[in-house]
């Protein structure tokens, strides 16, 4: 084989070798994040700020909710248009349940003695799917 | 940025439409102050004033749900 046709294989080689390395890296890139994230040491103080900014959230989301509970119930003969369908309502106040026990949990979780962070953490990321599950609900009809 | 800000400023993006609902606001938005990233864990009368907010907010909830 002459000179170039080498430099040529070689460079095909090196390019092959590098396009297949490069998405592996990536993956490998990925799991060292996620290995980090996992090593990383739970701030408890954060956390405790993170359920005190979650309450805040799930008391803005029972205002809104209230505005819609306080509207007079679809369905009657003299319901208003602007009023509170009973199947919304049923929904809201099934979320606000959720809610609320969770934002109490993850209260306690982060202030209990000798909690462990790292369950403190999970507690307090299930409470934020509910509140913004609740939120979500409250904002829609809450605010029209 | 922290989980805590972010948060924060999710219910800061919530104020206007909570203003519109007739809700003082005040202490939400010290709720919003005390978990900026440089302040540290919310203090006890924070917590309680929070704690009374929502329990306020709950009972009305709860009567209005009644119909």
Do not use: H
């Not at chain 1, 430099?7 to 890296?25: E, Y």
């Not at chain 1, 990536?26 to 290995?35: L, P, Y």
């Not at chain 1, 509207?71 to 009023?83: A, E, H, K, L, W």
């Not at chain 1, 462990?116 to 409470?127: G, H, L, R």
């Amino acid at each position: 084989m002459k000179k170039p046709q080498v430099r040529k294989l070689f460079a095909a080689i090196g390019i092959a070798a590098s396009l297949s390395v490069l998405p592996g890296c990536a993956v490998f890139d990925g799991i060292g994040k996620v290995q980090e994230v996992a090593n990383k040491p739970v701030d408890m103080a954060e956390l405790q700020k993170d359920a005190f900014a979650l309450k805040s959230i799930y008391a803005g989301a029972l205002r809104l909710g209230i505005v819609y509970l306080e509207r007079p119930r679809c369905g009657q003969p003299t319901s208003p248009v602007i009023c509170s369908e009973p199947a919304i309502v049923a929904q809201m106040v099934k979320a606000r349940a959720v809610a609320g026990a969770s934002v109490e949990s993850a209260d306690g979780a982060v202030y209990a003695l000798g909690a462990q962070p790292t369950v403190a953490q999970v507690v307090v990321k299930a409470a934020q799917e509910s509140v913004n599950a609740f939120k979500l609900i409250a904002e829609t009809y809450g605010s029209k | 940025m922290g989980a805590a800000i972010v948060l924060a400023i999710e219910v800061a993006s919530m104020i206007p439409t909570l203003i519109d609902a007739g809700m003082d606001v005040y202490q939400l938005w010290a709720g919003v102050k005390a978990v900026n990233d440089e302040a540290g864990p919310p203090t006890d009368a924070q917590r309680q004033q929070l704690n009374e907010l929502v329990k306020g907010l709950e009972a009305r909830f709860d009567a209005a749900a009644k119909g």
